[in-house]
């Protein structure tokens, strides 16, 4: 008796190419290097950000700080936001954020910075004035803990040069005290498991 081809196991989402899931480039893969050091926001938790940040992507800038695979700021570009600030410090993973941005036709309406977000307090590149900014502030959650007051400082440091109606996200566990952000009696918090998202400035208009 013939004996079956072993199937392979599903790979865990982490491992499969990230997919853009709403907007213009819905249903676009992004370019991914497999076993890397990028962990991408689930699908469920993505699609819930942007369903509770509603009409405050068309038109924005936005900034994805740990840009990892660029998942967010790319699903930014595909529901309307007008450029894309991508800050990477994995060189390697840089490259492939490049890489996406070309591929899915993009890469006039992008600028990759391969460097430490964590450095930005205290030398902060140049960014577009014009128009509000959609920050995205989602590292590996093990900095919260091991880096708290720098990350404090970042946060602190990217709504003080903010222009006005700009929204900021920090995507954390359960693990992380918000009470440690910069204003924080000022941030929405919305639990969508694994992750808890943190909001300064005003979600869906």
Not at 8 to 14: D, G, N, R, Y
Not at 26 to 44: I, Q, S, V
Not at 89 to 116: K, M, N, Q, Y
């Given at each position: 008796?013939?004996?079956?081809?072993?199937?392979?196991?599903?790979?865990?989402?982490?491992?499969?190419?990230?997919?853009?899931?709403?907007?213009?480039?819905?249903?676009?893969?992004?370019?991914?290097?497999?076993?890397?050091?990028?962990?991408?926001?689930?699908?469920?938790?993505?699609?819930?950000?942007?369903?509770?940040?509603?009409?405050?992507?068309?038109?924005?800038?936005?900034?994805?700080?740990?840009?990892?695979?660029?998942?967010?700021?790319?699903?930014?570009?595909?529901?309307?936001?007008?450029?894309?600030?991508?800050?990477?410090?994995?060189?390697?993973?840089?490259?492939?954020?490049?890489?996406?941005?070309?591929?899915?036709?993009?890469?006039?309406?992008?600028?990759?910075?391969?460097?430490?977000?964590l450095v930005w307090p205290r030398r902060m590149p140049e960014l577009p004035r014009d128009g509000r900014w959609l920050v995205f502030v989602s590292p590996p959650w093990q900095l919260f803990l091991d880096r708290s007051a720098d990350l404090a400082d970042l946060v602190a440091a990217v709504i003080a040069a903010a222009p006005a109606e700009s929204v900021v996200v920090v995507e954390a566990d359960e693990r992380f005290d918000p009470g440690l952000l910069p204003d924080s009696a000022a941030w929405e918090t919305r639990a969508i498991p694994p992750a808890v998202l943190h909001f300064h400035g005003r979600l869906v208009s």
């Open positions: 008796m013939a004996r079956r081809p072993r199937q392979s196991p599903p790979l865990p989402e982490a491992s499969e190419p990230p997919r853009i899931i709403g907007g213009d480039l819905r249903g676009r893969r992004l370019a991914h290097r497999p076993g890397g050091p990028t962990r991408p926001m689930k699908d469920r938790v993505r699609e819930t950000l942007f369903d509770l940040l509603g009409t405050r992507v068309k038109g924005a800038v936005v900034i994805d700080l740990f840009a990892g695979t660029g998942a967010l700021g790319f699903e930014a570009l595909s529901r309307g936001a007008v450029r894309g600030v991508f800050v990477e410090r994995h060189f390697p993973t840089a490259d492939v954020l490049r890489w996406s941005a070309r591929d899915l036709g993009v890469a006039e309406r992008c600028s990759v910075i391969a460097g430490d977000a």
